[in-house]
């Protein structure tokens, strides 16, 4: 069974700092993708992560892959209080037939 | 352009009830996949429909079922309400078949009594 572990759970950050995500997993994966939920609100789609190596950026936040290590990160630079939000990690397995396995999020806060 | 809107926004049903949640994608998308969240969980994967077809389940009992009409929209039916059916259920679309440049709804909001 395809086990999904992000930590930290819960972070709270000052803004300006850079912080680190991490997503581990516990078995061969198709691809990686991480995602942004604001409180009461939808999943919004940040990254999706192909390959070993893969690196992706938009802004503030940067993705990256290492399918050797099953593990996954999301970095946050130079943080700004916008950033606030519970990010997700989710795995794809068997072709996408067992659809994604989801993280338990980490509920990012960060105070002015 | 609309996005992937659901209905009805927030429920409310007793245990032993059955439910139907709809789904409309956006315009072009002939993928959607549904997702149930549990309160301060992660999403968890109960189906995707591709071309109205089951292309994906997630471990869900077989009170949960799905179906995809030929104007892509769809529907998530779950029958023989537990109080642990109670969450978010989301709904996303996407162009093509997999998981890549999903769009989700706003979600339903199920509570079981």
């Not at chain 1, 919004?44 to 938009?58: H, R, T, W, Y």
């Amino acid at each position: 069974e395809l086990k999904v572990e992000q930590n930290p759970l819960f972070l709270s950050m000052q803004e300006g700092k850079n912080y680190t995500i991490y997503c581990n997993y516990s078995t061969t994966s198709d691809r990686l993708y991480w995602y942004r939920q604001d409180p009461g609100k939808s999943l919004e789609s940040l990254f999706v992560l192909l390959s070993n190596g893969a690196v992706k950026q938009e802004g503030r936040l940067m993705a990256s892959l290492d399918t050797k290590a099953r593990l996954s990160t999301l970095h946050i630079t130079a943080a700004v209080h916008d950033l606030s939000a519970t990010y997700f990690c989710a795995v794809e397995s068997g072709g996408g037939a067992d659809g994604l396995t989801f993280g338990k999020g980490t509920h990012l806060i960060i105070q002015p | 352009d609309t996005g992937v809107t659901q209905s009805p926004t927030h429920l409310i049903k007793t245990r032993g009830q059955q439910v139907t949640l709809r789904c409309s994608p956006i315009s072009g998308h002939k993928s959607v996949s549904w997702y149930q969240q549990v309160l301060g969980q992660g999403p968890q994967f109960i189906f995707q429909y591709y071309e109205k077809e089951e292309r994906g389940r997630g471990n869900f009992p077989d009170r949960f079922s799905a179906r995809q009409f030929p104007n892509y929209s769809s529907e998530l039916n779950v029958n023989a309400l537990l109080l642990g059916d109670s969450a978010l259920y989301l709904c996303a679309s996407s162009l093509k078949r997999g998981f890549s440049e999903q769009y989700f709804g706003p979600g339903t909001r199920l509570t079981v009594t």
